[in-house]
């Protein structure tokens, strides 16, 4: 797995944790980060991946609730909000990363880590984001 794609996972993995334990993700982020004995190291990528989703988490979360037709935020898999809020900021916010590499990504997170239906769930939502990401403030 390459590099960046560990560190999409770590971001996923942190955001969903943080949600989970009713935790603010960014005060999780540092306590693994600080760690002395951490086993996983957290990449400066995953950082500014959460970093980017949480200074966008509202946004993210209207862009969502929008898009999905007939699924509410809290109707998706938990792992599922993780993964497309990521890609959202992905799409939306990061420069860097084309809008295919950020589904094809977030795709596979979803091939791994969610349900048989995750994939192409999150292929067509952000795609859609994708498509109206100019509406998105």
Known sequence: MAARSKARKRAVDLLFE??????????????????????????????????????????????????????SLERMPAVDRAILRLGTYEIVWAEDVPDAVAISEAVNLAAHLSTDESPNFVSGLLTRISQMKATIV
């Open 18 to 71: 943080a949600e989970q334990r009713s935790l603010n993700v960014e005060v999780l982020m540092a306590r693994r980060r600080e760690e002395p004995e951490a086993q996983v190291v957290v990449p400066e990528f995953t950082v500014t991946l959460v970093e980017g989703v949480v200074s966008h988490w509202a946004s993210i979360n209207d862009a969502l609730s929008s898009w999905s037709q007939g699924w």
